[in-house]
């Protein structure tokens, strides 16, 4: 049987239009040294680089999101043989938390959970570099090394500052393209806070034994429903749909709706609620072929849905994971609200309508692709 290559991978996915441009493949040719794959522009699908040095060796497509080659191996490993019965995956703990460490409370989304759980690690050596996305302006991430608290800092919330960025990026997204990252980096004990398909992918590769995955400790995950893409067309139109400017912008969340919090407004009453289907026009369209809301792979998963104001839901699914959390609320690291069982049903119930809603929306885009796909067929 032929063994299929980063040639399958463009006809299967680019030309599809599904390619979420996780980096999993850039960063596995990279780690290899052979440079086959890279990026040719920014926020484009990885392209041949020297397409002569091409081993075919199949690892890319093995390991890309949109193949799920390997999906029964990792569904085994991470207990979800019946994923149809529990989308939102395997739950060992949720707690609702909350930073005790104003700094990171106070600039980061939600409950400043992720960069805290980071800064204990760093102070117990359990890692000594974190890949995480540092926002550039509104919608707008670059991935980013924090060695330390102030780098954790520095990548907290929404930092503005954008009117030459605005002038001078003809396009910017939400969803940063980390893993690249991962194999230009010194450090041994590494942990990364991503998106579904980028934990996928990485899964993929520890799951195959192949670099440059030997040195992610943690894979922290967050929930993820959908992400933005902007040129300056759609900022327009966004301005002027939603009578917001994007200077203005202070800060952003995702719970059960987009929120905004513009420049001076501080109470709960003043933000502004966007719903997901009002967003349609401005949505990386690979966003449309993923399934998983609550990031099923992760060690630890974390997201605004389901908690109140200024806290975060977390869920722990591995070993690993537990301990680790575990470990960071023994130490005082975090608030944590106490969950009844009439309370984590709710949160569960929340978790399974996003769950099915984003399931739903891959099948039918999907059905959709291979509609117009035979149409086109048809034609020829």
């Known amino acids: 049987m ?17 390619c979420q441009q996780c980096g999993g493949c850039v960063s596995f040719c990279n780690s290899m040294e052979y440079e086959v794959i890279g990026y040719k522009e920014p926020n484009s699908p990885p392209e041949f680089i020297n397409k002569e040095n091409c081993l075919k060796c199949g690892i890319c497509y093995h390991i890309c999101p949109q193949t799920h080659v390997l999906d029964d191996d990792l ?6 043989l019946d994923f149809s019965s529990m989308p939102y995956g395997n739950i060992c703990d949720l707690y609702s938390c909350q930073s005790v460490d104003y700094d990171f409370l106070r600039n980061g989304t939600d409950g400043g959970v992720v960069n805290a759980l980071l800064n204990f690690m760093f102070e117990e050596k359990l890692i000594d570099g974190a890949i995480v996305a540092k926002t550039k302006a509104p919608f707008s991430r670059e991935p980013f090394f924090a060695k330390n608290k102030e780098d954790l800092l520095s990548t907290s919330g929404l930092k503005l500052g954008i009117s030459q960025q605005l002038d001078e990026v003809q396009r910017f997204h939400s969803y940063s393209s980390s893993l690249p990252k991962i194999s230009s980096t010194k450090f041994k004990k590494l942990a990364v806070v991503g998106t579904p398909c980028q934990i996928y992918t990485i899964r993929c590769m520890q799951n195959l034994g192949i670099i440059p995955s030997h040195n992610i400790e943690f894979c922290l995950g967050l929930f993820c429903y959908e992400n933005f893409e902007f040129d300056q067309r759609k900022v327009e139109q966004f301005d002027g749909v939603f009578d917001i400017k994007f200077e203005d912008i202070e800060k952003i969340k995702i719970k059960k709706d987009l929120i ?25 369209p690979a966003c449309n072929a993923c399934s998983d809301f609550t990031n099923i792979y992760a060690d630890i998963s974390f997201g605004g849905l389901g908690s109140p104001e200024n806290y975060t839901t977390v869920i722990t ?43 739903e ?15 086109i067929k048809s034609t020829v």
Do not use: C, W
């Open 75 to 80: 569904n085994r490993t991470f207990n979800l």
């Open 317 to 359: 699914r591995t070993i690993k994971g537990r301990k680790l959390i575990a470990e960071a609320l023994k130490r005082g690291t975090y608030i944590n609200l106490e969950i009844d069982s009439s309370k984590e049903k709710h949160v569960k119930n929340l978790l399974l309508q996003y769950s099915i809603s984003k399931i």
């Open 260 to 284: 905004i919090q513009l420049k001076g407004d501080k109470t709960r009453e003043s933000l502004i609620h966007i719903p997901f289907e009002d967003l349609k026009d401005y949505m990386r």
């Open 361 to 375: 929306r891959k099948e039918n885009f999907m059905k959709s692709k291979l509609r117009n796909l035979k149409e």
């Open 2 to 18: 032929k063994v299929k290559s980063f040639e399958d991978l463009i006809e299967e996915v680019h030309q599809k239009g599904i």
